[in-house]
């Protein structure tokens, strides 16, 4: 299944910086993306960088991965050189309401 653009890109990043296989790097980020319960098909590049400054971290280092702080930061950095066509605007408060109401 294929996910939105600003999901492939910090994907495809992930693989490269954290040199995770294709499976490891989408299985983190999708599992990081549920606890948000955002869409891998529909997030925006503003929720992802929540995601990832939030919560991919903990995701990467349940798979093991040594410095997934470091790696989050890298990869929020990248994605906030990107521009990708978004739907509109959603606030950090709208985020985490939702994580409220689960």
Known sequence: ???????EFVA???ERSARLDRAAARGALRSALAL???????VTASQ???????LLAA?????G?????RTCQRLATRLASERFETSGPESPDDVFSR????
């Open 99 to 102: 994580l409220i109401r689960r």
């Open 48 to 54: 992802l960088r929540l995601v990832i400054e939030r």
């Open 59 to 63: 995701e990467l280092e349940r798979s």
């Open 65 to 69: 991965l040594e410095g997934a702080d």
């Open 1 to 7: 299944m294929q996910g939105s653009a600003a999901f």
């Open 36 to 42: 948000a319960l955002f869409d891998p098909v529909r």
């Open 12 to 14: 495809g990043e992930l």
